[in-house]
C-alpha cells in the first residue's frame, strides 16, 4: 500500500536503485496503488505500473449495463426509503472514521497546522476547532486515497483546489478563512518565516499520508457496505458512482496502458476483492435482467418476511442488509451446494453468516464492531440460517435457484469474456487462489479458503475425456491453460506488442469487443461478446443467427489464421469477415498470424 508511506516517491527510489545495484537486468516491479478511474499513475515512478486494481475496473465495468443500473439504483433507494448519491454516502463514511476510528490521526493535525497558523499575524485568529473542521471537510471532498503535492503537477494542485471549493460550499456556516489557510499551506502559498518551511512541508506530507488510511476505510469499508444499489461496483479500485464502461473507453483505457504502463499487472481478482471475479461478473450481471432481479428481489423480500424478527430499532435484518444477501447468494449460488431436500450446505451457511455479520458491522447503521448489537445480530444469523435450511423457505430457494438458471449463460459468457480480455489487453495477467478455474467466493476471509490444486491438475490432465455434460464446469480451466500456455510460447509478442482496436459493423456491433495485439512478425487477433444490451440478454445461443450481419474488420494478412480456442486452421482473408465465421465453434475468438504455426495448442 504504497499510499500509506510518508514518501512513496522516495521509498520507490531507493527501492529501485538496491534492486537495480543486484541485478543486471531490471527486476519487474509494480506498486499495490488504487487508482480512481480519473486518476493516472505519475510517469516519475521508477515502477512498472500497480498491481492491476484500474484494470480490474475497466474490466468490471465493461460488463455492467448503464440502463440497467439507473433501474436498480431506483429500486435500491425506494427500498431504503432514501435517496443518497453514492458519493455523498463515501463522504458521509469519511466523515464517521474521522470522527470515531480515526479521530487521533486528525486531531493531531489540526494541532500542527493550528501552530503554524499561529506563526503569522494574518492566520492566527484562525481557531483550533475552525481548523480541525475545515480539515475534515477537505479530506471528505477529496475524491482519491492521497494527493501527490510534489510529483503531480498541475492536475494535483486542481483536485485540492475543487476539493477545498466543494468543502467550503458544502459548509458555507464554517470560517472561510480556514479553508483560505488550508490551501494556501498545501499549495505552497504561504509567505511567512522561511523558517518555518520545512515544518510545513512535513505537515503536508503527513496530511496526505493521512487521507489516504480515511479513503481505504471510509469508502471500501464502510460506504462499499451501505449503498447496496448493486453490489459488483462496490469494488477496490472501482467507483459506483460510475456505473458502466462503454467499448470505445476500454480500448482508450488499453491504448493508454500500452503507451504508458505496458506491463503492468491485470487482476481481476485478489485478497483484497470484495468478490471473486465469477460472482462479480455474476452480481454484475443483475444490471442486464434488472426488470427480472427487480420483481424476484421483491417477491422475496415478501416470502421471508416471516423469518424477520423485530428489535428495538428496526426489523432484522433491515431491507438494506437483506437486499445486500440475496444479491450475495445469486453471486455464489451452486446446485452442488444443495442437498436432496432443497437445504444448503452447512458450510455455505455457515460462509453467509459470517458474510452478513461483517457486512453489518462494516456498514455501522445497526451494529458495529466497537459495539456490537446482539439482538441485531442474533436476528440477522437467525435469518440468514432459516431461509437457506429451513423447509418454510424452500419456494424461496427454488425461486432464487430459477433466476440464475436464467442469468447463468450470460454471466458465463461474461466470465470467459473477461479471462480472455485480461490474458490479451495490455499488462501481465494475475491469477489468485484457484481463479484459473471458476472460484465464487465472498470478502475476506472467504476469499482466502484453501485451493484444491492436486484436484485441478488431475481435471487439467484428463481435459480430452470431459464430456458435453461437464464441458461447462471444465471449460474455464481448459481455456486459461490454453491462453497462459500460448503466453509461454510467445511471450515476446505480448510483451511488446501494439494495441490497436478494430472495426465492427452491423446489428450486433455493440455487443462485441475486438482489438488486435501486433507484433514484428506475428499477431493476434481477439473478439469476445459483451452481452449488456437488453436486446441481447435472451440470446439462447450466440450462433450464426444472432451475429447476422455482425462483421469484423481484419487486419491484413495471408489470410491463413490458427484459431486458438477451436485448433482448427482458418482461410479468411483480410477485410471484414463475417463474425459467425470465426465464432462457429466458440464465441469467443483468438487467432494467430504468423509464420510459423502457434506452439502446443489444445483442443478445446
Not at 167 to 194: I, K, Q, Y
Not at 255 to 260: G, I, L, M, W
Request: proline content about 4%.
Amino acid at each position: 500500500h504504497v499510499d500509506g508511506l510518508l514518501d512513496p516517491l522516495g521509498y520507490l527510489r531507493q527501492l529501485r536503485s538496491e534492486l537495480d545495484a543486484v541485478s543486471p537486468e531490471q527486476d519487474w516491479l509494480v506498486v499495490e496503488k488504487v487508482l480512481d478511474p480519473s486518476e493516472r499513475l505519475g510517469r516519475q515512478w521508477p515502477v512498472d505500473g500497480t498491481t492491476g486494481y484500474d484494470a480490474l475496473d475497466a474490466l468490471n465495468r465493461l460488463f455492467v449495463s448503464g440502463r440497467g443500473v439507473r433501474v436498480l439504483r431506483r429500486l435500491f433507494q425506494r427500498l431504503v426509503d432514501e435517496c443518497v448519491p453514492f458519493r455523498e454516502e463515501a463522504q458521509r463514511s469519511k466523515r464517521l472514521m474521522m470522527h470515531g476510528a480515526l479521530l487521533s490521526g486528525v486531531t493531531m493535525l489540526a494541532h500542527e497546522l493550528k501552530r503554524v497558523a499561529d506563526a503569522s499575524w494574518t492566520t492566527r485568529d484562525i481557531s483550533l476547532n475552525s481548523l480541525h473542521e475545515a480539515l475534515v471537510e477537505f479530506i471528505a471532498a477529496l475524491p482519491v486515497y492521497r494527493t501527490y503535492l510534489t510529483s503531480g503537477g498541475e492536475t494535483q494542485r486542481t483536485m485540492v483546489v475543487e476539493s477545498l471549493e466543494l468543502a467550503e460550499r458544502r459548509n458555507p456556516a464554517m470560517d472561510s478563512s480556514a479553508f483560505t489557510f488550508l490551501r494556501s499551506l498545501m499549495l505552497g502559498e504561504l509567505v511567512d518565516d522561511p523558517a518555518l518551511a520545512a515544518r510545513r512541508a512535513l505537515l503536508v506530507k503527513r496530511l496526505q499520508q493521512y487521507t489516504s488510511g480515511v479513503h481505504a476505510k471510509g469508502v471500501e469499508d464502510t460506504a462499499f457496505y451501505r449503498d447496496n444499489t448493486l453490489l459488483a461496483l462496490n469494488e477496490v479500485g472501482g467507483n459506483p458512482a460510475d456505473p458502466s464502461l462503454t467499448i470505445r473507453e476500454f480500448h482508450q483505457f488499453n491504448e493508454q496502458r500500452a503507451k504508458d504502463w505496458p506491463h503492468s499487472m491485470t487482476a481481476t481478482s485478489t485478497h483484497d476483492t470484495k468478490l471473486s471475479e465469477d460472482a462479480r461478473i455474476r452480481i454484475a450481471t443483475l444490471s442486464v435482467f434488472a426488470q427480472e432481479w427487480a420483481e424476484s428481489s421483491r417477491r422475496w423480500l415478501s416470502l421471508n418476511a416471516p423469518h424477520r424478527r423485530s428489535t428495538r430499532r428496526c426489523s432484522s435484518p433491515h431491507v438494506r442488509d437483506e437486499y445486500r444477501f440475496y444479491q450475495a447468494l445469486v453471486g455464489m449460488w451452486n446446485d452442488d451446494d444443495m442437498d436432496d431436500e432443497g437445504r444448503v450446505s452447512e458450510d455455505m451457511v455457515e460462509r453467509f453468516v459470517a458474510y452478513m455479520m461483517k457486512s453489518a458491522r462494516e456498514a455501522q447503521l445497526f451494529t458495529s464492531w466497537i459495539r456490537p448489537n446482539a439482538d441485531y445480530e442474533d436476528g440477522l444469523e437467525a435469518f440468514v440460517r432459516r431461509v437457506l435450511i429451513d423447509d418454510e423457505a424452500r419456494e424461496f430457494r427454488q425461486s432464487v435457484a430459477a433466476f440464475v438458471r436464467l442469468i447463468e449463460p450470460v454471466s458465463n459468457c461474461h466470465s470467459i469474456s473477461q479471462l480472455v480480455l485480461k490474458c490479451f489487453m495490455p499488462g501481465v495477467p494475475d491469477f489468485y487462489n484457484g481463479c484459473e478455474d471458476w472460484r465464487f467466493t465472498l470478502t475476506d476471509p472467504d476469499n482466502r479458503r484453501p485451493v484444491d490444486f492436486a484436484r485441478t491438475a488431475a481435471r487439467l490432465g484428463h481435459t480430452s475425456e470431459v464430456g458435453r455434460t461437464t464441458a461447462v464446469r471444465d471449460l474455464k480451466l481448459q481455456i486459461t491453460a490454453a491462453l497462459l500456455q500460448f503466453r509461454a510460447d510467445h511471450s515476446g509478442l505480448l510483451r511488446d506488442a501494439a494495441y490497436r482496436p478494430l472495426r465492427v459493423r452491423g446489428s450486433r456491433a455493440a455487443s462485441i469487443v475486438a482489438f488486435e495485439r501486433r507484433g514484428p512478425t506475428s499477431r493476434v487477433v481477439v473478439a469476445v461478446p459483451r452481452l449488456t444490451a437488453r436486446s441481447t440478454s435472451r440470446a439462447g445461443s450466440l450462433d450464426a443467427s444472432f451475429w447476422g450481419d455482425t462483421e469484423i474488420r481484419l487486419p491484413g494478412s495471408d489470410g491463413n489464421w490458427s484459431h486458438l480456442l477451436a485448433a482448427e486452421e482458418l482461410d479468411l482473408g483480410c477485410g471484414w469477415c463475417r463474425l459467425s465465421e470465426i465464432t462457429a465453434t466458440r464465441p469467443w475468438a483468438v487467432l494467430y498470424h504468423a509464420r510459423l504455426k502457434p506452439g502446443r495448442n489444445r483442443p478445446l
